[in-house]
């Protein structure tokens, strides 16, 4: 019997990021599958359809993706974009 081990080493760029802010982020726009981004987000963060689409826009990301299309870069800009919004609200 021939065996062998393959060891798989995952590295994901990493960004700043309070643990609680991004996991609200990301629920929202993972909540809804078959929803683009705006709507999810709509939903998800109970924020107006408006205020998302500016989010987006702030975040340079067009307002028809789907969460999973997003790259890691993407889901920074985009958390960097909720941070100010959010930080604005308070």
């Not at 989010?55 to 889901?75: K, Q, Y």
């Not at 985009?78 to 919004?85: C, G, R, V």
């Amino acid at each position: 019997v021939d065996s062998q081990i393959l060891i798989l080493t995952r590295k994901l760029p990493k960004f700043e990021a309070e643990w609680p802010r991004l996991l609200r982020l990301l629920k929202a726009g993972f909540s809804e599958k078959r929803k683009n981004l705006k709507n999810a987000l709509s939903g998800g963060l109970a924020i107006s359809k408006q205020d998302a689409e500016t989010l987006l826009h702030n975040a340079r990301i067009d307002v028809n993706r789907r969460a999973e299309s997003l790259s890691m870069s993407e889901w920074q800009n985009l958390y960097d974009a909720f941070s100010l919004l959010d930080s604005l609200r308070k």
